[in-house]
Structures are given as structure tokens and as C-alpha cells.
């Protein structure tokens, strides 16, 4: 069974009451989500969050007692296999790009001010348990490539699909949205690849989301 057809068990660390609250209600009513744990800070999650028995681990970025990079890094080292989604109340986006390359894989990143639904947050949660990177939506959207980068170098087309892979979509997906075939897909990533400096691979994909959040600034 898949990751998308199996239960996803989630932890949630987050200090503000009202909004772990409803990150914990709302999931617990969505089908296919566990919440298995539901603590304020980090030395609570520490205590709570046990290898093997959770799939994603939900972060706030700063915590009362530490920041949610240190402890998602701290709980992946106990867990390789953990996701980690990040929450922020401001736009930290970048402080995804100091990850080691052997971490990267599985790290996502919403934003507590976007308009991003239950459904694609739990969307994230799921991709993410499966090692996907995925950026907040919103915030993806607002990106714009900085001049003089690998990522600006890059076609209308190809920045259009490369913020597509940072949205989480998947080459089925990406083609179905643009109305061409999945392999023509595979052949645009092949490409941007090549342009990013990016060596074809297992983390291809991360590393290339990782250079469109590096190359490209966020408007209001």
C-alpha cells in the first residue's frame, strides 16, 4: 500500500494555542490523518515523538523553547525516514536552503498567512510523507525569477513547470494542467535539469526546488 492510500500518522508542534487547536481539529476529522501527538514546544516533541510512529512531523519554525529547523533536523537523525512540513508566520522560506544535501529530501513549507486550505494542507502533508518537497502555493505563485540566475535563465515554459515541481505537483499532474504529454514533462525536467547545474537523480527534483526558492524573490 501506498503512502497516499495508507493512515498518515502526523505530529503537530506549535506554541500558539488557538492555532494547534485547529491544525489538531481539523486533521483529526480528515480520513486517512492521525494526530498522535500535539505539543507546544520542543522539548515536548522530543519526549512525544518517537522513531517509527509518525510519518510527518508539522513545525512551527520558531518555537518558544528553539526553532522548528533545529528540531526537525534532531528528530530526522533519530528518524531518516520522518517529513517535516514547516510553518511560519513570516516568510523563512529561505532558511530551507542551509539543509544538507543528505537532509533535503521530505522538507516542506507553508506559510501561516497564505490562504492555503485544509485540503491542500493535508495535500502537503501526504506528498511529503511520500519525500516530496513542497512549497506553500501562494507563495510559489508570488515568486519571480532574479536576473542573472540559473533560474532566470530558464524559458517561460520551464519556469512554469520548475514552479510547478515546487508546488508538489507530479509529472502526471503537471502535464494534465498544461495539456501536453507526461513524457514532454519528463523531457522539460531533463532540461531544466541541465540549466540548474543539477546532476539527474533521486534528489533531482528537491535540488531543483531548492534552486528556484535560492534563485527567485517573493512579491507581495
Known amino acids: 500500500m501506498s503512502v497516499t492510500e495508507a493512515n498518515v500518522r502526523v ?81 523563512m522560506i529561505e532558511l530551507l536552503l542551509g539543509l544538507p544535501d543528505h537532509e533535503r529530501m521530505g522538507w516542506s513549507y ?12 493535508v495535500s502537503v502533508i501526504r506528498k511529503t510523507a511520500e519525500g516530496t518537497t513542497v512549497i506553500d502555493p501562494v507563495l510559489v505563485d508570488r515568486s519571480r525569477a532574479r536576473s542573472g540566475t540559473p533560474v532566470g535563465s530558464l524559458t517561460r515554459r520551464q519556469f512554469e513547470i520548475l514552479r510547478m515541481v515546487a508546488r508538489g505537483l507530479s509529472n502526471q499532474a503537471i502535464a494534465d494542467d498544461l495539456g501536453i504529454a507526461a513524457n514532454s514533462v519528463v523531457n522539460h525536467l531533463s532540461s531544466i535539469y541541465t540549466a540548474l547545474g543539477i546532476p539527474e537523480g533521486a534528489n533531482a527534483r528537491v535540488s531543483a526546488v531548492l534552486e528556484f526558492l535560492n534563485d527567485t524573490s517573493r512579491s507581495n
Not at 510527518?56 to 519554525?61: G, M, N, Q, Y
Open 110 to 121: 507553508l506559510s501561516k498567512t497564505s490562504t492555503t486550505s485544509l485540503e491542500t494542507l
Open 11 to 91: 505530529a503537530i508542534v506549535e506554541d500558539h494555542v488557538l492555532y494547534r487547536d485547529l491544525l489538531e481539529s481539523s486533521l483529526s476529522n480528515v480520513p486517512g490523518i492521525t494526530v498522535v501527538a500535539c505539543v507546544s514546544g520542543s522539548s515536548e516533541a522530543k519526549k512525544a515523538i518517537h522513531p517509527g510512529a509518525v510519518d510527518v512531523a508539522i513545525l512551527d519554525i520558531e518555537l518558544a523553547d528553539g526553532n522548528g529547523i533545529g528540531l526537525g533536523v534532531s528528530l530526522r537523525r533519530a528518524d531518516p525516514r520522518l517529513g517535516i512540513v514547516l510553518l511560519s508566520g513570516r516568510d
